[in-house]
């Protein structure tokens, strides 16, 4: 898999571009590179989660998977008290994602790999378009792992379209990890699954 954006490495020059995008009801500047999920805008599916979430709730908020930051920066203007943590495997993606922060001067986004998140620490939100791409048991043993981390009132929101695996991934989610799930939207082919602990 070398050379995809779920690589540590990616493969690739490293181009910076400025690119206009809208995030939390304004429009931004942010910096983004090949190598990486969806370069050049915010992509179709974390728009409609962005439509559909709730405001984070007051605590930690995990952004699972988050590419040059799209989700982590809007949690961050959305809800400037919350703490952000912006997960990702590339290297690339995290200093566009840490770039982005700065910038937009979110002090409490943190762009972080899976080592550097304490083992003690525990989400009140989780947003997330997961990298359906690696592979279902790749993906699988992902969403298990920091599903886990969800505090006791905690809400989970994934976006995923249809055509790869939504439905499917719904089921597993209810029958094989036993949480409650609940299809919040359903828009331009993606659905949006709002998950919360047993």
Same mark, same amino acid.
């Given at each position: 898999m070398s050379g995809h954006y779920f690589t540590p490495e990616p493969g690739g020059a490293d181009v910076r571009r400025q690119v206009v995008v809208r995030?939390?009801?304004?429009?931004v500047t942010v910096t983004t590179s090949g190598g990486v999920f969806s370069p050049g805008r915010v992509d179709a599916g974390t728009r409609v989660l962005l439509d559909h979430v709730d405001d984070p709730a007051p605590g930690d908020l995990l952004? /699972?998977?988050? !590419?040059?930051?799209? =989700? &982590? =920066?809007a949690a961050g203007l959305r809800a400037p008290g919350v703490d952000v943590? #912006? /997960?990702?495997?590339?290297? $690339?993606? =995290?200093? =566009? +994602? #840490?770039?982005? +922060? %700065? &910038?937009?001067g979110l002090? $409490?986004?943190? #762009?972080?790999? #899976?080592?550097?998140?304490g083992a003690d620490l525990r989400f009140t939100t989780i947003w997330s378009n997961p990298p359906i791409r690696i592979g279902k048991p790749a993906l699988h043993k992902l969403l298990a792992t920091w599903l886990g981390r969800l505090t006791d009132d905690g809400t989970a929101w994934l976006?995923? +379209? %249809?055509? *790869? !695996? +939504?439905?499917? @991934?719904? $089921?597993? *989610? &209810?029958?094989? *990890?036993?949480?409650?799930?609940d299809r919040v939207a359903? &828009?331009? !082919?993606? $659905?949006? @699954? %709002?998950?919360?602990?047993r």
């Open positions: 995030l939390a009801g304004r429009d952004d /699972l998977g988050c !590419g040059w930051g799209p =989700l &982590a =920066l943590w #912006a /997960l990702d495997v590339n290297s $690339r993606a =995290l200093d =566009l +994602a #840490a770039t982005n +922060a %700065r &910038a937009l002090e $409490r986004v943190r #762009a972080v790999t #899976a080592d550097q998140v976006v995923v +379209a %249809r055509n *790869l !695996g +939504a439905d499917p @991934l719904h $089921r597993w *989610l &209810a029958e094989t *990890l036993g949480r409650p799930v359903s &828009a331009k !082919g993606f $659905r949006v @699954l %709002r998950v919360t602990p």
